[in-house]
């Protein structure tokens, strides 16, 4: 299943999106707020990303669905179109596949960094709260 999922994911599904911070941009009138918006994701995600993998180990299913959704929703605003959709699947999986699809998202996340900080270079992680 990861396999398929990882397949279909680098096929129809852009690792990131660009355009949605470029039209942020210029409603802002400033690519100065795509930092911030980008340095506000990163340390969202993170936190985020560490409460999927610890829903997923307890098996707490309802906590997996509900973090699964917000990261769904915040790489889908940004432009992480393959994150939002690996996100998505995570959501709505069954209990017994969310272990194996775990590192796949993980692994998502570290190459969307990895271009994020390419593209926007300086943005530092902020703590959203």
Known sequence: ???HLSQASDRDF??????RMEEVAQQAGSHAIVYELVGLFLGDVEARMRDL???IHDGDDVERERVSHSIKGSCANL???RMAELARV???CPKSNAPELLPTIQ???VELKRVLHETYPG???TDPK
């Not at 852009?14 to 355009?19: D, Y």
């Open 53 to 55: 993998a610890k829903s």
């Open 14 to 19: 852009a690792r990131f999106n660009s355009s």
């Open 1 to 3: 299943m990861t396999e």
């Open 107 to 109: 692994r998502e996340f």
């Open 79 to 81: 432009g992480a179109e």
């Open 123 to 125: 943005a530092a992680p």
């Open 90 to 92: 995570i959501e709505h």
